[in-house]
């Protein structure tokens, strides 16, 4: 769970059992690659890129392909979007796709051609938001398609088990959970230019596919003619089970007279209905069906005929329609901001104060100003200070580590991109990797310094007393951070190996710094303290210990004393 790498036995078992089975001989089959598929693949010819060899497509496309399907006079477009990266790294970076130009340029020659077509479906690995493009952009692009289907968030592990939106262009978008885990699978429909389609778990049966009407949330008014459903003059179900379906049966809104369903061919079930009746609004269908074994399911969904619509829930459309790569390099960079803008501005304060232009500022919450008495003290430092505002103002811009990005093949990753096999990729979840950085190392780091140092004052000026649980509090908040950063240095090493972890200034230098910093602050000589003395306790600045004694009279005096 670790690593970043391939199994051939997994990708021999795959192709064993297509052909064994026989599905071949019966099914269309277009399988593409996803991340997963692309760690450590150098390039396209590489031993590696095991999709090439083992699955069907990869075969006969190196990437991005177009299938038609023709049935009767009716034909589909189906359009695969290889957004995989080129080369191909380990993880972690390798969680947002990419589509070059040379890419868009056969995509948009795919879209050009689907037009001789009834319809098009666009699918691929990669979520919308996780896919960078140029101009004019994959999701215009795929603007004019019914819908496209996508995988790799896997519902966020449960937490968004329906990610599905309706893009701006009027298409929909449809991440489907894995199958690995999950064992999701999808069963979709094109019925008179209606598209419908429904997310099952694995056993579930009798599988019920209502396709006229279609389900309100997903009408696409610019790309459908819904106007056929107000036309139509039968209910129109698909239903599938391992045995015979022995009854079906659909009501409308709740109405205590069940219609029956009738079987027409296959998997189609039809029963007479007068839209007429349902005008205005939404309404709910509910079909209910049982097969020869007693298995039961029922289906509840809307539908309306004057383009009535539900909302899609925030949480996928945010998911789906935003710019994951952007978020997180705006995230990324309020975070270097909040690590660096106010102890530069705390530090100028100090100057003002030194130099009587300004009167030390005095909040009114008692937390308030002991924090701002930490701060103060770790900005008055150099040797804490210039180390803590470099090393937040170099991740935006310097070198992370440098390693096996790919096996063999020595890389260089920035924020802003990676440097691979004479190749450069942009930064996408690197602006991530470098928030959470800031956000629970950095930033907790400057918080545990600053804690550090002031105890360190405190006993040097005001109360030379530490108990051991005030020595222990001074303590242990950097050393968990430490041991923390050390913890995914480990990890780097696993994944891109000795060389990352020498030259990591992400995570090993990190740790080193957070060391020396920790030693700093807590063997700190008084000297280099006077500053923030000056200005927190302007009457012990000159005293020495035994001219404390002697003006308080005893050390437990010294420690009651108030600052």
């Known amino acids: 769970m670790l690593g970043s790498r391939q199994y051939v036995e997994e990708w021999a078992i795959y192709s064993n059992v297509l052909r064994s089975t026989g599905v071949l001989n019966n099914t269309v089959w277009l399988d593409i690659r996803g991340n997963h598929d692309n760690f450590n693949v150098a390039s396209l010819a590489s031993e590696e890129n095991y999709y090439q060899k083992y699955s069907i497509q990869g075969q006969r496309h190196q990437r991005s392909y177009m299938y038609t399907y023709t049935r009767g006079s009716d034909s589909v477009a189906f359009i695969a979007v290889d957004a ?5 790294p380990r993880r972690p970076f390798n969680f947002i796709g990419m589509v070059t130009a040379s890419e868009m340029r056969l995509l948009e020659e795919f879209e050009m051609a ?6 098009t479906i666009w699918f691929g690995h990669y979520p919308t938001s996780c896919i960078l493009s140029s101009e004019p952009g994959i999701r215009r692009l795929m603007g004019r398609g019914l819908a496209y289907m996508c995988g790799h968030l896997h519902t966020l592990g449960g937490l968004v ?23 999701i699978f999808r069963v979709a429909a094109i019925d008179h230019g209606l598209f419908s389609f429904t997310d099952l778990n694995h056993g579930t049966w009798p599988i019920i596919l209502v396709t006229n009407p279609k389900h309100a949330l997903y009408a696409m008014k610019h790309h459908e003619p819904l106007h056929l459903i107000k036309e139509s003059t039968h209910i129109r179900v698909l239903l599938w089970s391992l045995c015979a379906i022995a009854e079906a049966r659909v009501r409308i809104d709740d109405s205590n007279s069940w219609l029956a369903l009738s079987h027409e061919e296959g998997p189609l079930y039809v029963a007479k209905w007068n839209p007429n009746t349902y ?33 899609f829930r925030f949480w996928p459309r945010a998911l789906l329609m935003s710019n994951i790569s952007m978020f997180f390099q705006f995230l990324f960079g309020i975070m270097v901001c909040v690590c660096v803008v106010p102890l530069c501005v705390l530090r100028y304060i100090h100057h003002l104060v ?29 040797r804490l200070f210039w180390p803590i505002v470099v090393t937040a103002v170099y991740l935006p811009v310097g070198p992370w580590f440098v390693g096996e990005v790919i096996e063999g093949h ?14 450069y990729l942009p930064g996408s979840l690197t602006y991530a990797y470098g928030f959470f950085q800031m956000l629970v190392f950095h930033l907790p780091l400057i ?42 240095a480990y990890s780097f090493w696993l994944a891109y190996g000795t060389m990352a972890l020498l030259l990591g200034p992400l995570r090993t230098w990190s740790a ?52």
Not at 114 to 119: F, I, K, P, V
């Open 114 to 119: 689907s037009m001789r077509h009834n319809y």
């Open 512 to 563: 080193i710094l957070g060391i020396i910093l920790w030693y700093q602050s807590s063997t700190m000589h008084k000297d280099l303290l006077r500053g923030a003395a000056e200005v927190w306790a302007p009457r012990c600045q000159d005293w020495d210990d035994d001219t404390i004694s002697k003006a308080y009279g005893s050390q437990e005096h010294v420690a009651q004393s108030d600052l």
């Open 161 to 183: 088990p329906n990610m599905y939106t309706r893009q701006h262009t009027g298409s929909l978008e449809l991440e489907l959970g894995d199958w690995k885990d999950g064992r």
């Open 354 to 382: 030194l130099e009587r232009r300004m009167i030390r500022p005095r909040p009114k919450w008692k937390i308030c100003n002991m924090w701002l008495r930490k701060l103060w003290v770790l900005v008055s430092v150099d």
């Open 279 to 311: 005008v205005e609004g939404l309404h709910l269908i509910e079909v209910f069906a049982r097969d020869a074994s007693g298995r039961v399911a029922t289906l509840t969904q809307p539908f309306s005929l004057d383009e009535s619509q539900p909302s």
């Open 84 to 88: 995989c990266l080129l080369p191909g």
């Open 447 to 488: 918080l545990a310094v600053a804690h550090c140092i002031d105890f360190r004052f405190l006993s040097l000026y005001v109360d030379p007393l530490c108990s051991f649980p005030r020595y222990l509090c001074r303590h242990v908040c950097v050393l968990l951070l430490i041991t923390m950063q050390m913890i995914t």
């Open 410 to 423: 020595i890389g260089v990753v920035f924020a802003w991109g990676t440097i691979v096999n004479r190749s």
